[in-house]
């Protein structure tokens, strides 16, 4: 039962245009949870598509709004709303879910143009956390996302690592000490040559390494 009110109670937030802090659970309390605590930290999300709960996000972390927020959704068909895919569906499918953010060219019609202006490009997320999934899931949209601390400071592992943001939330979950995180792997895919450019190394880059070579060579 926890897991389902916790789920609600954070999609309702962000239907009412809210900026929700949103844990990343310890699998010890979802059995079913596909990811760790190792891998975890905390993060402050909100709808993509709601342009005052973005810059709500810049202004709480004091981030610099030239860097871009990546997003996550619930499956692979929900990329095509965001970015171009082209023929490269199937080199997602092997990748994701994962802890692996794909940097694509934007579709500038299906997203909200105030949603990283200046970028031609969006990194889009398919989680490996239940509690994740279920939340875009349930509200049915694209999720802008970072981790919940200051910019330019470490990652947030328990919910006393960023008190001095508290007061900026609309709604806190505590799940805990999530243990030591690992930032995600991204790449960028040319859809025009088949080039790809590896931007961060972190988890499953060795997977990322053996399928991009698998479907780009």
């Known amino acids: 039962m926890l897991r389902v009110h916790l789920g609600l109670i954070a999609s309702c937030w962000l239907r009412r245009g809210m900026t929700s802090l949103?844990?990343?659970?310890?699998?010890?309390w979802w059995p079913n949870c596909r990811s760790s605590g190792i891998n975890a930290e905390y993060g402050v999300c909100c709808l993509a598509e709601n342009t005052n709960a973005v810059s709500n996000i810049y202004k709480i972390k004091g981030r610099d709004f030239s860097k871009p927020l990546a997003i996550c959704v619930e499956k692979l068909a929900d990329f095509s709303k965001c970015v171009q895919v082209g023929k490269f569906s199937s080199l997602l499918s092997d990748l994701l879910?994962?802890?692996?953010?794909?940097?694509?060219?934007?579709?500038?019609p299906d997203l909200n143009p105030h949603l990283n202006p200046s970028c031609s490009t969006l990194g889009v997320r398919i989680p490996d956390h239940q509690f994740v999934l279920d939340l875009c899931r349930s509200v049915g949209k694209p999720i802008a996302l970072t981790s919940a601390n200051k910019s330019n400071t470490g990652n947030s592992?328990?919910?006393?690592?960023?008190?001095?943001?508290w007061e900026y939330l609309d709604l806190t979950v505590d799940g805990g000490h999530l243990g030591k995180p690992q930032a995600s792997t991204v790449f960028s895919i040319s859809v025009t040559d088949n080039s790809f450019t590896i931007i961060r190394e972190g988890r499953d880059f060795d997977k990322v390494q053996l399928a991009l070579q698998r479907h780009l060579q």
Do not use: A, S, W, Y
């Open 157 to 165: 592992v328990e919910v006393q690592d960023f008190q001095d943001l």
């Open 22 to 28: 949103v844990l990343m659970p310890r699998k010890t």
């Open 97 to 108: 879910p994962g802890g692996i953010t794909v940097v694509l060219p934007r579709c500038t």
